[in-house]
């Protein structure tokens, strides 16, 4: 079986470290493609200052526009917020029956995986994959369901750091994709 890698965020904006992942991903032998599917507001992070969701789109799909096994999804547009997984699932699973879906988090997220809005319906829909994190003291160690540890590169990368730099006038050329850090550099709207 070939999976459709789902692989959820902010993507406020989306990085390298992104990147790095979701194409470790895509090289997984069972794994045919990844979608990074861009959320309008994550229910764990409601303070997050975000930029506007077409702009999250538009430079994802910039950042992957030469990689064919990459994907950007908005399908989370249309749902009503916050956006919550399983109801992602539930529409993505009844648009592309054809497909099987595997949900990839980070393992810092596998901890409190059981605070996530029905997150046994999402354990019956998808398989969970999980890629490692800096600062995480091994919690699927006490998981109690079911899921696959991957192989990855720990990244230290975060969104979070990059919006802190760019407000404190500091470079953060090589942590975006070139396109998007001309764009960022020009306009650091979503930061002020």
């Known amino acids: ?10 993507f406020n904006p989306v990085h390298q470290g992104h990147l790095i992942l979701a ?9 045919k493609e990844v979608w990074l599917v861009v959320s309008p507001q994550n ?3 409601s303070n997050e200052k975000l930029m506007d969701f077409e702009t999250r789109v538009q430079w994802a799909q910039e950042a ?18 916050p956006s919550y997984t399983i109801h992602t699932l539930e529409v993505l699973k009844e648009s592309y029956p054809e497909r099987d879906f595997v949900l990839l988090l980070g393992e810092d997220q596998l ?47 975060s969104s979070t750091y990059i919006r802190e730099r760019i407000l404190s006038g500091l470079s953060v050329r090589y942590l975006l994709p ?7 550099s020009k306009h650091p709207f979503w930061c002020g």
């Open 1 to 10: 079986m070939r999976y459709t890698g789902l692989f959820l965020g902010s």
């Open 111 to 157: 901890a409190g995986f059981h605070g996530w809005h029905r997150y046994q319906e999402i354990l019956s829909l998808v398989p969970l994959w999980v890629y490692p994190r800096h600062h995480t003291n091994s919690p699927h160690q006490q998981v109690e369901f079911p899921f696959r540890l991957l192989e990855a590169p720990k990244i230290d990368i």
């Open 43 to 45: 229910p764990f992070k």
């Open 178 to 184: 070139e396109a998007i850090w001309i764009s960022c």
């Open 23 to 31: 194409e470790t991903f895509a090289s997984l032998e069972d794994m």
């Open 64 to 81: 992957i526009k030469d990689n064919p096994k990459l994907r950007v999804s908005s399908i989370e547009k249309e749902l009503s917020l």
